[in-house]
């Protein structure tokens, strides 16, 4: 089992619909990563989170620690969201990111 | 403030030539992050420097890949020999962290590497 899971693998929804994508993992950690990847290659972090919900845009990320969960969500999506999300992990034991195999967006207009 | 930048952007060459990346990281970022990432996987760690001392090579395949951080700024990312396997893209990140591995970290572009 790997120790971090996104759902969905792949998702595509309409233009304004309202996006979740899960992550949860199995390690104790220090921060919690949200990043999304354009086709191009090119990576953009999004989120660094401990605690809590983080909001920017419309993106809004939140992690409960307890559960070892943390959730990305788009409102008001739109075809430029269309991207591979990445959750990454720092673990408490170590200084590497632990990452999951990302999900595939694609919104339609 | 001006990002990570890598160059080149692309590269094909035959296997067992030999390639060089290069990356400058955002001004005043201590640490440096090499990643391979193969299609359809995420990233996979090759080394990371602290300042221009090595961190962590423990994935590098040494025996081919090589990475120098020279003053602690600009890296560079050598592959010699390469074989079909290395095709991937190098991704070069930087973060502010004066521990090694904490704070956000910032990706470049990205060099899409093809062995043929």
């Known amino acids: 089992k790997n120790e971090v899971e996104q759902s969905p693998q792949n998702l595509t929804a309409q233009e304004g619909e309202f996006i979740t994508i899960n992550c949860s993992y199995s390690?104790?950690?220090?921060?919690l990563h949200w990043l999304q990847q354009h086709p191009g290659g090119g990576i953009v972090s999004l989120f660094m989170?401990?605690?809590?919900?983080k909001k920017h845009g419309r993106l809004i990320a939140t992690i409960n620690i307890q559960e070892k969960h943390s959730s990305l969500h788009i409102t008001a999506s739109h075809p430029r969201d269309s991207a591979v999300y990445i959750c990454?992990?720092?673990?408490?034991?170590?200084?590497?990111?632990?990452w999951g195999a990302g999900t595939k967006l694609i919104i339609k207009p | 403030e001006a990002g990570v930048a890598q160059s080149p952007r692309y590269k094909i060459i035959e296997k067992r030539q030999s390639v060089a990346f290069w990356c400058n990281p955002i001004?005043?970022?201590?640490?440096l992050y090499w990643y391979q990432q193969i299609l359809g996987q995420g990233p996979k760690l090759l080394i990371q420097?602290?300042?221009?001392?090595?961190?962590?090579d423990s994935q590098l395949p040494k025996d081919r890949f090589s990475a120098e951080r020279l003053k602690g700024v600009d890296s560079t990312l050598k592959i010699q020999p390469a074989k079909l396997e290395d095709s991937a893209v190098y991704l070069c990140?930087?973060?502010?962290?004066?521990?090694?591995?904490?704070?956000?970290?910032?990706f470049g572009p990205g060099t899409r590497l093809t062995v043929t």
């Open positions: 989170l401990s605690s809590g919900k």
């Open positions: 001004s005043g970022h201590a640490t």
């Open positions: 990140a930087s973060s502010p962290g004066v521990v090694a591995g904490t704070g956000e970290q910032y």
């Open positions: 990454a992990v720092r673990p408490d034991s170590n200084y590497q990111l632990i």
């Open positions: 390690v104790g950690i220090s921060a």
């Open positions: 420097f602290q300042n221009n001392g090595v961190v962590d």
